[in-house]
């Protein structure tokens, strides 16, 4: 089993799910760094510093796609 979290600040409008998945809409402009972590219970958890510069909301539909980040 892997367990994982969040620390930081998404996008509204973005979501991450429990297997990695990166998707939404963003609503808001700006810049947002996030750390996500993942422990399989081996020592040391692997973790993803990210920044995602939004730099317009202009997608504000579903067909906008996601993301996966690496590993998951």
Request: proline share 7%; charged share 10%.
């Amino acid at each position: 089993m892997v367990a994982g979290g969040l620390i930081g600040v998404l996008p509204p409008g973005l979501s991450l799910d429990a297997n990695g998945t990166l998707s939404g809409a963003p609503t808001q402009a700006g810049i947002f760094e996030f750390t996500v972590s993942a422990d399989n219970g081996i020592d040391p958890a692997a973790s993803l510093q990210a920044t995602l510069v939004i730099e317009e909301a202009q997608c504000t539909d579903s067909l906008c796609g996601s993301i996966t980040l690496p590993g998951s």
